[in-house]
């Protein structure tokens, strides 16, 4: 994942909320989050060997598949849910997404574009499924199992009604500002 | 259940500590005794009153200064007072020696390890082989009725004893697990860390069932006599019977499958009159006979009744009873054991997080069933290691 992306959560999320964070993985960036935001935070993550080393760092951590749902956490637990680079691995993201508002508050999404002008003309010129920086599996081998774009993802919130109060792009090079869904590899969103 | 493919990377556990023919095992922690304390009045759940009860422990380790170092462990069905260091009774390691010592999961240099047998037991406190002071006869089936909140509350009097007011943490795997949630639930000030190992709020017809095959054994052999057999030949076989059922629901298929196979002994053509053709079947034989030698029959039906009748949440909302909880948790079950499922552990921790208590949970996909806990177990012992050490080091900067 883009470290752009982590900075801008660390940005966003203020000092000492609760934090639930989703697919935690090794628990690398939830430590960052609990030492210098000092925030009470929590990981779910399914791959015991992970889980292991989120304890060794002396993270709280739950073991657990995000697709069976969060209905260990009771209602508006915690400030912020944190679902970063998972998104598109789920079956059901917008499912996903709901039990996230009803544990917490706010909620930060991170997804690939899968519009990026490289993914365009990869499919336009040579006719296969791209690979690219932010897409780097072949199809067979990807645990992507949904492929959207920005524009895919505003539809989405608008449909259910969720708003989007902050949004950040990024590609290889940093910022991305003009032309997001033409130009952005990754995206992270604030919603409300 | 379809027996697991064999998976020649991992390595096959040598068994448990107190079961095992183990002769080169050696703890560092070289030879350790157990004590006795002594504890006047004590009433059961039931109203029995005891004038006096005995309880056997052990402490290792050093009591911090400030009293606060403190870790109870608290043992399964079979254990005993002695959780670590060579037995010089038996000559055998105590029963969770690999994970409690110097440097291992539970840091006997860092910790004041205590454990205690557990009431109704028959390993030095106070059981129904102990003799009644009215009759100067052993209990039998007048022993009362033990629950796990008694083996608690009789572990509490032994830490007041001991001049500790808040034990640093509790924990224990399977009977062991529910004096740790007993522990957490009743005596809320009273601990800052529980750690159940492959345990639940309350048993499933399932266990209740095994469990009554093996109380059945007992009572269906011809000298247990109503629980008098203290003078004569004791039920022996019913409980050897016991045993080797219990044990079979210890392990998992992948371990049997890898320990035994379909390995025989002797010729491959055995006659019908032959006792013993596999390897499991000897297994089972020696586990039941050397469990005969150190264990009480009546210590065994009380002790599983006990289990059978624990609920956590048999005395109000369980959302109620969670809300009183202080301690954090690290929950641990195995995916393996078939005996105390995940799902139990899990629904333990949904209760617990729906209470705002701030739980770990592992599920380990150790390959060796409920015994996960017991045998040599790297992961096990450095997610209990690492866990134990952070969080007395952030109470304790």
């Known amino acids: ?174 910022a991305i500002r003009l032309l997001p869904n033409l130009r952005a590899e990754e995206v992270v969103t604030l919603l409300h | 259940m379809a027996v697991p493919d064999i998976k020649p990377d991992v390595k096959v556990d040598p068994g448990d500590l107190q079961d095992q023919k183990i002769s080169s095992y050696r703890s560092p922690l070289g030879v350790t005794h157990t004590k006795t304390a002594t504890l006047e009045g004590f009433t059961t759940e039931s109203g029995f009153q005891f004038d006096q009860l005995e309880v056997s422990y052990q402490t290792l380790g050093t009591l911090s200064p400030a009293r606060d170092n403190a870790i109870l462990v608290c043992h399964a069905l079979s254990g005993d007072a002695h959780v670590a260091g060579m037995n010089p009774n038996t000559g055998r390691p105590g029963w969770w020696d690999y994970h409690v010592g110097p440097g291992k999961a539970i840091d006997t240099d860092k910790f004041f390890v205590v454990c205690s047998n557990a009431l109704g ?69 009273r601990i800052r860390v529980c750690v159940p190992l492959a345990t639940c709020t309350s048993h499933s017809a399932m266990q209740i069932a095994f469990n009554e095959i093996g109380r059945r054994a007992i009572r269906s052999d011809p000298h247990w006599n109503e629980g008098n057999y203290y003078e004569g030949r004791r039920p022996a076989h019913g409980l050897a019977v016991a045993r080797m059922v219990g044990h079979v629901t210890y392990l998992s298929a992948f371990s049997m499958t890898h320990k035994f196979g379909r390995k025989r002994q002797g010729p ?45 949440f048999d005395r109000g909302e369980a959302a109620e009873i969670v809300r009183r909880i202080r301690a954090r948790f690290l929950v641990i079950s195995f995916e393996s054991d078939w005996l105390y499922p995940p799902a139990q552990s899990r629904e333990l921790v949904r209760l617990l997080k729906r209470g705002n208590v701030a739980v770990t949970y592992i599920n380990l996909d150790t390959p060796y069933g409920h015994d996960s806990f017991l045998i040599e177990n790297p992961p096990f012992a450095r997610v209990l290691g690492h866990y134990l050490n952070h969080e007395y080091r952030r109470t304790n900067p």
Not at chain 1, 72 to 81: E, L, R
Not at chain 1, 94 to 102: D, Y
Request: proline residues 5%.
């Open chain 1, 1 to 174: 994942m883009n470290p752009n992306i982590y900075r801008t959560v660390l940005d966003w999320i203020p000092e000492k909320s609760s934090v639930l964070d989703l697919g935690t993985g090794d628990g690398a960036f939830l430590e960052r989050l609990v030492q210098s935001k000092q925030i009470r935070g929590e990981g779910v993550e399914k791959d015991p060997l992970l889980v292991a080393r989120c304890v060794e760092r002396g993270l709280v951590v739950h073991q657990g598949d995000i697709a069976d749902g969060l209905d260990q956490y009771s209602s508006g637990a915690f400030d912020y849910v944190l679902l970063l680079g998972t998104f598109q691995e789920l079956m059901f993201p917008l499912e996903i997404i709901r039990e996230a508002f009803r544990v917490g508050r706010e909620v930060i999404v991170s997804y690939v574009n899968f519009a990026h002008l490289s993914v365009r003309l990869q499919v336009l010129l040579h006719g296969r499924t791209p690979m690219t920086r932010s897409l780097p599996f072949p199809w067979y081998r990807t645990r992507n199992l949904h492929f959207l774009s920005l524009l895919d993802f505003q539809d989405v919130c608008r449909e259910a009604g969720i708003r989007e109060v902050k949004r950040a792009c990024f590609n290889a090079r940093g």
């Open chain 2, 121 to 189: 037991g028959c390993a030095g406190t106070t059981g129904p082989a102990c003799s009644r002071p009215d009759t100067g006869r052993p209990y039998g089936m007048s022993f009362p009725s033990i629950t796990i909140r008694d083996m608690v509350a009789a572990q509490t009097r032994l830490i007041e004893q001991l001049g500790i007011s808040q034990l640093f943490g509790v924990t224990g795997g399977s009977m062991g697990g529910m004096q740790a949630l007993v522990w957490a639930a009743e005596y809320p000030e």
């Open chain 2, 268 to 312: 491959n053509v055995s006659r019908m009159q032959d006792a013993e053709r596999f390897a499991v079947e000897s297994y089972l034989e020696h586990q039941g006979e050397s469990f005969v030698e150190r264990f009480d029959p009546n210590s065994y039906l009380y002790l599983t009744r006990a289990l059978d009748d624990f609920d956590l």
